[in-house]
């Protein structure tokens, strides 16, 4: 069965202050791992699709490197607006999974100015 | 472009009831997704749909069940609510051969 394993749990950060949320993943064949971010109260909002060990991609303060067992969301200089819980989720490559996502429990993160 | 859409966005009912959930995707897009989020177990997977037919399916009770339209419209049912079904449930749609899902903002489903 497939699983994802986000850690820390919580994250309380400085404005300015770097940091790396982690997700460990099990999955039968990897198709893709996404990240999201979630605000209070609002469905999830997708960030990146990652699909090989070794590939990496940027948003403006967010970068998502894969390996073969896990992935970095690394959060560069970030404001109070980057608040919010960061989602992983992987999606197998067995036909029978269709577009099935499996979520981890998320980072939550909280950016004090 | 419209975002997916979810109706109603709240929703208060009574144990033993049942309830329908609607669901309109992104323009274009024919895979429609459920999941399931709540506080202890997080966001769980429901079903899938595209042209019409269920091609997946999570570990939930048969009282949950769905169906997608020909314009690629989905609901979602749930008979005899338990308190336990309460939760925000979220909808996902995607293109054909594309593995992005986008989420529309959920419905927040309390059952008393």
């Known amino acids: 069965e497939d699983q994802v394993t986000q850690s820390p749990e919580a994250l309380r950060l400085q404005e300015g202050e770097s940091s790396s949320l982690n997700c460990s993943y099990t999955v039968s064949g990897l198709r893709g791992l996404f990240w999201y971010r979630q605000d209070p109260g609002k469905g999830p909002e997708f960030l990146f699709t990652?699909?090989?060990a070794g590939e990496e991609k940027e948003k403006e303060r967010l970068k998502a490197t894969l390996t073969k067992k896990e992935s970095f969301l690394h959060i560069t200089a970030p404001k109070p607006e980057d608040s919010a819980t960061y989602l992983c989720?992987?999606?197998?490559?067995?036909?029978?999974?269709?577009?099935?996502?499996?979520f981890g429990g998320g980072t939550r993160v909280l950016v004090k100015p | 472009k419209a975002g997916v859409t979810q109706t109603p966005r709240y929703l208060i009912k009574t144990r033993g009831q049942q309830v329908t959930l609607s669901c309109s995707p992104i323009?274009?897009?024919?895979?429609v997704s459920w999941y399931q989020q709540t506080p202890g177990q997080g966001l769980q997977f429901l079903f899938e749909y595209f042209s019409e037919t269920q091609r997946n399916k999570g570990n939930f009770p048969g009282r949950f069940s769905g169906r997608q339209f020909s314009n690629s419209r989905s609901e979602m049912n749930v008979s005899t609510l338990e308190l336990g079904d309460s939760a925000l449930y979220l909808c996902?749609?995607?293109?054909?051969?594309?593995?992005?899902?986008?989420f529309g903002p959920g419905t927040r489903l309390t059952v008393t």
């Open positions: 323009s274009g897009h024919r895979s």
């Open positions: 990652l699909y090989s």
């Open positions: 989720a992987v999606q197998a490559m067995i036909k029978a999974a269709g577009n099935k996502l499996t």
């Open positions: 996902a749609s995607s293109l054909r051969g594309a593995f992005e899902q986008y």
